[in-house]
């Protein structure tokens, strides 16, 4: 592994991997740090919704082949309430938009495939555990190899993309970040099941019982999640809980939800909350994906939204490395949250509005379904719903 490069990118989750690619293809060098295993990344369970511009864009880097063959292209969505399905028609109210259901890793396994292929040096079972000189001329990675070896990097800047545990936002002094956090009283219990879909759409259903999401992976690998209560245990929701409180709450005068168990292939649960970290940039350090923000998955943003940030990011370096134009650079952060905070917006509109909260009063309900009745019957209404969730225009 070479021990300088111009960019140091610490982590290979969506937001370094598209990084990696877009240096590459603009002619910049970088050096990729992953804590795990090739396998580990590869096969770990997450996102599952990519906006318009995230497929447009990883499909711009030669990265969409197999997404464009294998991934499920959707129209629309349905809310679930008052017992009735009500379908947002994205293709309808956006000219002709949609969104991918494809999984975070399979665009990560697509990535690495396209990097190792272009030879971008990914170092896995890597982690990062020292950035330096932050504000000097190079900054420098200190890391560990799978033997145990320690090294350093030098470079010309490190990009953050070690997600919400990582060491690069912690690098940042104290008192030079600002951070604005919110927590929800609950989380989301999700598995993947090794069975077929409920519905071949996504339905994001508000219960008297709690929220509920049917989403999939593939014509035979369903994926669902319910709403549960904060610090709830895996222990507490046995194969057959799960199932049954599923069907308690897909419960609609649609018809009973076509719900086939199968086999359980992966079950976790995510904190509901969202969290800001400003500014984006430390001298050298720039942060980027959920290493700097954390949205609600309501919206089905925190990928598209680390894609987002990264496409800023690269095309920043490209200007400075070649039009000697830093300009990029030093707006990256403004420019970013400008689109982070109107995907915290977005996506705490949407909790608010489909999860049942234990502390809403009889009045809080009812402005709640109100508010659920508008959207589904108001174009307009409608219309911002579709747009924000297959995706603003990018920067
Ligand atoms: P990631 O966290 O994906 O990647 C960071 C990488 O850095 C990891 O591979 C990590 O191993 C590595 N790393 C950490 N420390 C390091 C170090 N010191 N040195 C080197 N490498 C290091 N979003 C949705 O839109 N929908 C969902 O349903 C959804 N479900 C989620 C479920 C879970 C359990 C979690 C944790 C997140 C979920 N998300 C979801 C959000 C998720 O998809 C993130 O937004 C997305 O992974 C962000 O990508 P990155 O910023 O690349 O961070
Ligand atoms: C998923 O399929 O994992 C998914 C879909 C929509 C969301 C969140 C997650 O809002």
Redesign the pocket.
Known sequence: MKSRTQVAI????????TLALLLHQAGIESIV????SRS??EN??????LEHGTVELLCSMGAGERLRREGLKHGGIALRFDGKDHRIDFEDLTSGKSVTVYG?QEVVKDLITALSSAGVPIAFE????ALGDLDGEHVTVR?RDAGGAEHTIEAGYIAG????????RDAIPPGALTVYEHGYPFG?L?ILAQSPPVSEELIYTNHERGFALVSMRSPTITRL?LQCPAGEELAAWPDDRFWTELRLRLDSDCGGPDVVTGPILQK?I?PMRGFVAEPMRHGRLFL????AH??P?T????????IADVRVLARAFEAHYFKNDSSGLDSYSDTCLRRVWNTQRFSSWMTRMLHRFDGHAPFERRVQLAELRYVASSRPASQTLAENYVGLPFA
């Open positions: 610490v982590g290979a989750g969506p937001a370094g991997l740090l992953e804590s795990r580990y990344v770990r369970v997450r996102a599952g919704v975070q890597a982690p990062a555990i890391y993309c070690d997600g919400f545990h990582g060491i690069c989301w999700g999640y976790g995510t980027a994906g959920d290493a954390i949205v998955p919206g089905a943003k925190g990928m598209n939204l680390a």
